[in-house]
Structure formats: C-alpha cells, structure tokens
Nanobody
Framework: VQLQAFGGGLVQAGGSLRLSCAAS????????MGWFRQAPGKEREFVAA????????YYGDSVKGRFTISVDNIKNMVYLQMNNLKPEDTAVYYC?????????????????WGQGTQVTVSS
C-alpha cells in the first residue's frame, strides 16, 4: 500500500484544515486507515482511524468532537477534517494503513506510512 498525505498548513487557533491521504496499491481497501501526529520532542500520538466501509470510526481523546475522519471509496482517499484547531494540535501528521485494526489503534507494527504533512496552529 502506498500512501500520500497532503493538506497541511498554517492556521490560526479556532480555524480549520482538511488533510487528505491518497491510497493506492494492492489490498489497500482491506486495511483500516488512520492518522497519527508527532510534535517536536513528543511521542507519536494516535489521532483517528476508520475502516473503508466508513461505518466505524475511532478517535484519540485529545481530538474527539473536533476532528472527523472519513473515506471516499471512489477516489481512494482518506480525509481528516480538523475544526477548532488549537496550538497544541501543531505537529507533523501522518496517514497509516494496517491489516490489523487493533495494532493500528495502538500505532504498532504499522504496514504502511505516508509522508508527513506539517500542521501549524498559531495562537
């Protein structure tokens, strides 16, 4: 599975951004997809995950109620809509795919990573 993330940028606190992740390759549609982030000096943090069916979504506690993950099965895209952004959301955001949802939620033994996209939230 090949993943390409984009859509980051600079935004003021309270603003919104939408990140996109393009997926390609064999069997990608069978793998749950997720977003992670890593801020300077901090450990990588789980943000959100979803199955390609779009039925089940999962969120990290720090983003619940503000971020929404979604998929477009026609375009093979995964999105992360980020609203009410805070300075503490500043990080490099990565999309990921993994055959095992439980491992994806824990951020371990990830099958595929996209390149990161920088999100900077100014106060």
């Amino acid at each position: 599975v090949q993943l390409q993330a984009f859509g980051g940028g600079l935004v003021q606190a309270g603003g919104s951004l939408r990140l996109s992740c393009a997926a390609s390759g064999r069997t990608f549609s069978s793998r749950p997809m997720g977003w992670f982030r890593q801020a300077p000096g901090k450990e990588r943090e789980f943000v959100a995950a979803i199955r390609w069916s779009g039925v089940n979504t999962y969120y990290g506690d720090s983003v619940k109620g503000r971020f929404t993950i979604s998929v477009d099965n026609i375009k093979n895209m995964v999105y992360l809509q980020m609203n009410n952004l805070k300075p503490e959301d500043t990080a490099v955001y990565y999309c990921a795919a993994n055959t095992n949802l439980a491992l994806l939620l824990r951020g371990v033994r990830i099958d595929s990573w996209g390149q990161g996209t920088q999100v900077t939230v100014s106060s």
